[in-house]
């Protein structure tokens, strides 16, 4: 017990001073521990600055934008230097609040999502975000496709199919209303057989240039595509016509094609046997006409099944030209001594009444045609069995005779009317004796020949 008092007296003796001494100690660790871990400040960047309640805009038909400066903050924090030192810019949340929107601005809140309870202060250098709005708009879009690259030698991109082909857009007016089309793009360089893959949706301007679709809501980003290639293949074009020209006119020629070959595509079976293409004669009318008839004709519609124009959309077309000219007549003179005279019957001799004179030919036929008649060179030939079989005689007596006569002429030319040339006959005509009973006859046949 004394023990315990004489304890109790040495630590209550001078109990001021050692009250001081333990508030000294005190003072003098947090001195120490403030200069080895002193609080400091330090800034972090770039933050992303995220959006919370965007669909209130999007709900009142607005579209919205940041400005590049409101896209990321730069924050200033206030911290003992051993926390700073585990923190990077990652452990930091920047948010607007669209529901807190007045006017163009919205304040930013950052807030750290380690240490939050040992950071003394975090301070943004920029408190608000500025917002830019605009109408929402939407719109709807086929998909188109295009092909990049040649394909290989002798081959052909057939049809390209989309796995779908429409695409909705929404989002900023001034964004939506550049886009002119849709496309998906496939690489076909060097390739021979069908081709299957997943591409991505492009958007484009009336001018060809790319719209930047990251500021619209997609119902698709991709699309499914499959393209099939051929062989190909050149064969020729062949046309026909059907109808009459009106009186008065012919046809020059035959139907002149605007091209004479195409290049088709297929399987190699579809193309084995396929040399031609022939648009039939009813596709080209000419009935009653009076000047050329020009008719452009889409050959692939007369291709047999699994056989297609290459680039049907420039090369499918055919225009089909039939030249109709008016008749023209001309008047010739001939000489008489150009013609002469046949099928004389035996016994008989025959001679122009006027060989030195000429006989007058009308002659009707295309311009083209009537040029090249060469009055000094037509020849013609008057018939003496054919005048005894339109007059109905079995013999023939001498005298003068008119006779037709048969001219010839180029092709497409043709006499407007009959020529006779006066022929005088003398001498008997012989009968000839049958093979039955030596009576004296001269078949039609003999007539015929002159024999």
């Known amino acids: 017990m004394n023990n315990f008092k004489k304890l109790?007296?040495?630590?209550?003796?001078?109990?001021?001073?050692?009250?001081?001494?333990?508030?000294?100690?005190?003072?003098?660790?947090?001195v120490v521990v403030s200069i080895d871990n002193p609080l400091m400040s330090l800034p972090f960047s770039p933050i992303p600055v995220t959006v919370v309640n965007a669909d209130i805009l999007e709900d009142d038909g607005k579209a919205f934008e940041l400005s590049d400066a409101s896209r990321s903050v730069t924050v200033t924090v206030r911290a003992e230097r051993s926390i700073l030192s585990e923190l990077s810019r990652d452990d930091f949340v920047a948010t607007i609040d669209m529901s807190?929107?007045?006017?163009?601005?919205?304040?930013?809140?950052?807030?750290?999502?380690?240490?939050?309870?040992?950071?003394?202060?975090?301070t943004s250098k920029t408190e608000y975000a500025t917002v830019y709005t605009e109408n929402?708009?939407?719109?709807?879009?086929?998909?188109?496709?295009?092909?990049?690259?040649?394909?290989?030698?002798?081959?052909?991109?057939?049809?390209?199919?989309?796995?779908?082909?429409?695409?909705?857009?929404?989002?900023?007016?001034?964004v939506v209303s550049t886009i002119d089309r849709a496309e998906v793009r496939i690489n076909v360089s060097n390739m021979n057989s069908e081709i299957h893959s997943v591409e991505k949706i492009m958007f484009y301007d009336k001018d060809g240039g790319t719209v930047n679709a990251a500021p619209l809501t997609l119902s698709l980003e991709e699309t499914?595509?499959?393209?099939?290639?051929?062989?190909?293949?050149?064969?020729?074009?062949?046309?026909?016509?059907?109808?009459k020209p009106a009186n008065g006119y012919l046809v020059s020629g035959g139907p002149a094609l605007s091209k004479s070959t195409v290049t088709v595509m297929g399987s190699a079976s579809a193309l084995s046997d396929i040399k031609s293409v022939t648009i039939p004669s009813d596709a080209v009318k000419i009935d009653e006409a009076t000047e050329n008839v020009v008719k452009t004709v889409d050959i692939s519609k007369y291709l047999?099944?699994?056989?297609?124009?290459?680039?049907?959309?420039?090369?499918?077309?055919?225009?089909?030209?039939?030249?109709?000219?008016?008749?023209?007549?001309?008047?010739?003179?001939?000489?008489?001594?150009?013609?002469?005279?046949?099928?004389?019957?035996?016994?008989?001799?025959?001679?122009?009444?006027?060989?030195?004179?000429?006989?007058?030919?009308?002659?009707?036929g295309l311009a083209a045609s009537?040029?090249?008649?060469?009055?000094?060179?037509?020849?013609?030939?008057?018939?003496?069995?054919?005048?005894?079989?339109s007059q109905g005689l079995d013999m023939l007596n001498q005298g003068v005779y008119?006779?037709?006569?048969?001219?010839?002429?180029?092709?497409?030319?043709?006499?407007?009317?009959?020529?006779?040339?006066?022929?005088?006959?003398?001498?008997?005509?012989k009968k000839e004796e049958s093979s039955e009973g030596g009576a004296d006859t001269v078949s039609d046949a003999d007539a015929d020949t002159g024999n």
């Open 8 to 30: 109790l007296k040495k630590l209550t003796e001078n109990a001021s001073l050692k009250l001081l001494s333990v508030i000294c100690a005190v003072l003098l660790w947090m």
């Open 224 to 243: 499914g595509v499959t393209v099939s290639i051929y062989k190909t293949k050149e064969i020729g074009i062949k046309a026909g016509y059907s109808g």
């Open 304 to 364: 047999p099944s699994g056989v297609y124009v290459v680039n049907e959309d420039e090369n499918a077309k055919v225009k089909v030209t039939v030249v109709i000219e008016p008749l023209q007549t001309i008047t010739v003179n001939v000489p008489n001594s150009n013609i002469t005279i046949t099928n004389i019957p035996s016994g008989m001799s025959a001679v122009l009444a006027e060989p030195q004179g000429t006989s007058s030919l009308t002659l009707t």
């Open 402 to 429: 008119d006779v037709n006569v048969a001219f010839i002429l180029p092709s497409g030319v043709t006499m407007a009317d009959e020529v006779k040339v006066s022929v005088v006959i003398s001498g008997e005509e």
């Open 136 to 174: 929402l708009e939407s719109a709807q879009f086929r998909i188109q496709s295009a092909t990049v690259g040649e394909v290989a030698d002798g081959y052909a991109v057939g049809n390209i199919s989309l796995e779908t082909n429409i695409v909705r857009v929404k989002g900023p007016e001034s």
């Open 100 to 122: 807190e929107l007045e006017g163009n601005r919205v304040p930013i809140e950052v807030k750290a999502t380690k240490y939050s309870d040992k950071i003394e202060s975090i």
């Open 370 to 389: 009537l040029a090249s008649v060469n009055a000094s060179s037509v020849t013609g030939a008057a018939d003496i069995a054919l005048l005894k079989h």
